[in-house]
């Protein structure tokens, strides 16, 4: 009982909060970044950790303009039916290192972003007009520190860690403006591109958006 004891209160139990987030510039691809606070209560030399985090988008917790909830109905639905269809969205999975600390330190949490529309929290970001989205941050992984005799141990973190945040719509704009101003991309399959390509030589179009303005004009009454 008494080396389990010394062993419980050897094993670090760390506290994560979030301090801010914005744009990481001149990246290589969209990215933003939260800046994390660790911290060991009580004290403690950590050697290192190997940071695994899930971002999650918890739209259940914002309130929407009339707007936003036209854009967003093909996500979750008319207004009518978000009381079951509104739920939280994977957004993204993120893992850093951070070094070694002593009670506390400060890493940056870089994570990626996509504006590819098939993904479900890039429609979601970009249907909404401003504000903040809350994010809940999951965090797993491994921290490695020293028992009392000096020996190096590792740890899984404890699968309840976890924090709230709040990513600011402008954040996320600014992110993506640097890479694709005033743009968005759509996938389509190789038979409709070469439909769509054969469209253009047809007509002489000189761009895409030329192509699809084109087809707009035509369906439209």
């Known amino acids: 009982m008494a080396l389990a004891s010394i062993a419980a209160r050897a094993t670090p139990d760390l506290s994560f909060a979030v301090g801010g987030v914005d744009v990481v510039r001149h990246a290589v691809v969209p990215t933003i970044r939260f800046r994390l606070r660790i911290e060991r209560p009580g004290g403690g030399v950590i050697d290192s950790i190997?940071?695994?985090?899930?971002?999650?988008?918890?739209?259940?917790?914002?309130?929407?303009?009339?707007?936003?909830?036209?854009?967003?109905?093909?996500?979750?639905?008319?207004?009518?039916?978000?009381?079951?269809?509104?739920?939280?969205?994977?957004?993204?999975?993120?893992?850093?290192?951070?070094?070694?600390?002593?009670g506390s330190t400060e890493v940056d949490l870089p994570v990626t972003l996509t504006y590819d529309f098939e993904v479900a929290a890039a429609q979601y970001l970009n249907a909404l007009e401003g504000g903040e989205v809350p994010v809940d941050l999951l965090f797993s992984g491994t921290v490695f520190y020293r028992d009392p005799d000096d020996r190096l141990q590792a740890a899984m973190i404890s699968w309840d860690k976890e924090v709230r945040a709040r990513l600011p719509v402008a954040v996320w704009r600014r992110a993506m403006d640097e890479h694709f101003p005033d743009s968005g991309w759509l996938r389509l399959r190789c038979r409709e591109l070469d439909r769509l390509q054969a469209y253009r030589a047809r007509h002489a179009l000189p761009t895409w958006e030329h192509v699809i303005a084109s087809l707009l004009e035509r369906a439209e009454p």
């Open 50 to 102: 190997a940071l695994q985090t899930q971002l999650r988008l918890a739209a259940e917790r914002r309130r929407y303009e009339p707007e936003e909830r036209e854009r967003l109905a093909g996500l979750f639905g008319r207004p009518e039916q978000w009381s079951r269809s509104l739920k939280s969205l994977h957004w993204a999975n993120a893992a850093t290192v951070v070094p070694g600390f002593e």
